[in-house]
Nanobody
């Protein structure tokens, strides 16, 4: 019943921006913390950002702090990841994650290259 659907990935040049979306259903969205993870090519999955059910509680990986912003719109059952000043090392498949039940979306590809 739980669903997480990511969108917004694509190919962008270094220094560019993308906004990812994760739309959730099948659970009480406003009560759920949400994570963004990514898997770079040939590397392990890593936590990028998280947001609690209280929308002023956020956390970020050191590598993206100051460049990425996680936010949520509970009326739209959506969590966003605004990614600015993208670097080649930001390339990977980005996943949203519902930690309360350890549920993962299918992922969206982000490629940063000249």
């Amino acid at each position: 019943q739980v669903q997480l659907v990511e969108s917004g990935g694509g190919v962008v040049q270094p220094g560019g921006s993308l906004r990812l979306s994760c739309v959730g259903s099948g659970f009480t969205f406003s009560a759920a913390a949400i994570h963004w993870y990514r898997r770079p090519p040939g590397k392990l999955r890593q936590l990028v950002a998280g947001i609690s059910a209280i929308d002023d509680r956020t956390n970020y990986a050191e590598s993206v702090r100051g460049r990425f912003t996680i936010s949520r719109d509970n009326a739209r059952n959506t969590v966003y990841l605004q990614m600015d000043n993208l670097l080649p090392e930001d390339t990977g498949v980005y996943y949203c994650h519902l930690p309360r039940v350890d549920y993962w979306g299918q992922g969206t590809q982000v490629t940063v290259s000249s």
